[in-house]
């Protein structure tokens, strides 16, 4: 069975929108995109959506009590609550610098949880 689904474009800032056409699960047809880059992003989004995940996580010794985190790649859509569930109960030790990873391969999907900025222990 043959579907339509409207896409807006996320990946830069003209924000495009287009269409796909799904049948039996996979893409068929997409139209209306400005470049490659908005065709690739809606192909991925209606077969296997993915989001970067930013987020907090508690730090130990350190100047702020919070320390933010980016994943080092988009995780599946699916899976960013989980993550950040997880995230949510974790603590590190101070000190961290920029770029550390906090949580390596986190639950196996290939993408590490690294530290967005410095924090030094006090």
Known sequence: MEEKRRVSCIVCPLSCEG?????SGAVKAVSGFSCPRGEAYARE??????????????IK??????????SSNTLPKDKVTACA?????LEVNAPVKEGDVI????????????????????
């Open 19 to 23: 269409e796909v056409v799904i049948d």
């Open 45 to 58: 989004e209606v077969t296997a959506p993915k989001r970067m995940l930013t987020t907090t996580v508690r």
């Open 61 to 70: 010794g350190g100047q702020l009590p919070l320390l933010p985190v980016v």
């Open 85 to 89: 569930r997880f995230l949510a109960n």
């Open 103 to 122: 949580v390596p391969n986190i639950f196996g999907l290939g993408v590490d949880i690294v530290a967005s900025r410095n924090l030094k222990a006090v």
